[in-house]
């Protein structure tokens, strides 16, 4: 809207204050043209008649007016003072203050005078120089009226401001439209990003819009599944490390309960108290998995492939389930079928996902 404000205010400060100006000096200076053009064709027709008589300043009238069609006065010197001696039939005649003294002008200098009088009426005089009687210096006066370049100015003055006041209104009711459209748009990101903050990862976005807004829904699109998938990754992880906190501390629960049994050996007492330290180094091992939350954003957790005996390690495994295997008089057997097989591996991330598929089965 600004800008069509700005439009309009430098059309009317700038065109229309000097619209009426030119076009009355543009209609001046066609006047002029033709006066002179119709004073030589005068000349010509009035052939040997003497300059100042009679039949010479009829035909010189006639012809001013007939070309231009405006007003004509011839002046002449009479009693050593200029005074018109003939005027035309039709147009404005000029023989108030202002044509005569255009007329005094022309005649001192011996050159064409031109003038626009804006009163109550807008007139264009021209003043043309042409012999008198007896060798003296007459002036041709020709006047017209520019009442239709007022009149045209006037129109375009007020098309300007209704098209300006048409414009702001346009303007006015567009950018409104624009406004609220953005504010919609923004108040629909404002509450996506709400859901989003609030642990709602489905919440989709308008990525289609090819502005800036839509630029920034494609970014909050983008996050939101960035941050859904780290929170699935999340919840994965803890549900695994639930497994293996699981299974370690029933474990040691069930090492506990055998080593308060009176009736065990010293060999038997020694083989639960090392099972319980290779739990305890477990669980260490575990806390530091758990602790260690930027392994997770950053793609996963670390896996350290090495040579590993799988025979050894199903075996290992199957031995952390013994005491719970005991307690609730279940049976666990390992079936190793083969030579033992090494293969290149992470072992504890094998051992985990055997202690899920164990823990599982119970």
């Known amino acids: 809207m600004a800008v069509t404000v700005v439009a309009v205010g430098a059309i009317a400060?700038?065109?229309?204050?000097?619209?009426?100006?030119?076009l009355?000096?543009?209609?001046?200076?066609?006047?002029?043209?033709?006066?002179?053009?119709?004073?030589r064709d005068a000349r010509g027709q009035?052939?040997?008649?003497?300059?100042?008589?009679?039949?010479?300043d009829r035909l010189l009238v006639d012809a001013v007016a007939a070309r231009t069609g405006a007003g004509v006065v011839l002046f002449s010197p009479v009693a050593g003072q200029l005074a018109p001696v003939r005027r035309s039939s039709t147009g404005r005649t000029p023989v108030d203050g202002p044509g005569a003294r255009l007329a005094v002008r022309a005649v001192r200098s011996r050159r064409p005078m031109r003038a626009v009088d804006d009163g109550d009426r807008l007139v264009a005089r021209v003043?043309?120089?042409v012999p008198a009687a007896a060798g003296g210096r007459g002036a041709l006066v020709v006047a017209e009226d520019l009442a239709d370049v007022r009149?045209?100015?006037?129109?375009?003055?007020?098309?300007?401001?209704?098209?300006g006041l048409i414009g702001i209104v346009v303007a006015l009711l567009t950018g409104t439209a624009f406004a609220v459209g953005v504010s919609t748009r923004l108040r629909r990101l404002e509450q996506g990003s709400r859901e989003v903050a609030g642990g709602r990862f489905t919440t989709r976005f308008d990525v289609d819009a090819p502005d800036e807004l839509g630029a920034l829904a494609r970014s909050l699109d983008t996050m939101q599944r960035q941050l859904g998938e780290l929170d699935s990754s999340r919840k994965r992880f803890i549900a695994t490390a639930s497994h293996e906190l699981r299974t370690p501390l029933q474990s040691l629960s069930g090492f506990v309960e055998l080593l308060q049994d009176e009736e065990l050996d010293?060999?038997?007492?020694?083989?639960?108290?090392?099972?319980?330290?290779?739990?305890?180094?477990?669980?260490t091992r575990l806390s530091y998995d758990l602790l260690d939350l930027s392994r997770l954003e950053s793609g996963g957790l670390e896996l350290r492939?090495?040579?590993t005996d799988l025979h050894a390690l199903a075996e290992r495994v199957a031995g952390e389930f013994l005491?719970?295997?005991?307690l609730e008089g279940r049976r666990l057997t390992v079936r190793l079928v083969g030579e033992p097989v090494e293969w290149s591996c992470d072992p504890e991330r094998v051992a985990q996902i055997v202690r899920i598929l164990v823990d599982n089965a119970f």
């Not at 400060?13 to 030119?22: D, H, N, R």
């Not at 009035?46 to 010479?56: D, E, F, K, L, T």
């Not at 010293?266 to 669980?283: N, P």
């Open 13 to 22: 400060l700038q065109v229309l204050p000097s619209l009426e100006s030119t």
């Open 24 to 39: 009355a000096q543009q209609r001046v200076q066609s006047l002029a043209q033709d006066a002179e053009a119709a004073v």
């Open 46 to 56: 009035a052939g040997g008649a003497p300059a100042g008589s009679a039949r010479s």
């Open 127 to 129: 003043a043309e120089p």
């Open 151 to 163: 009149a045209t100015v006037t129109l375009v003055r007020r098309r300007v401001v209704l098209g």
């Open 266 to 283: 010293e060999e038997e007492r020694d083989g639960f108290l090392a099972r319980l330290a290779v739990q305890v180094e477990r669980l």
């Open 305 to 307: 492939p090495e040579r």
């Open 323 to 326: 005491p719970r295997v005991e």
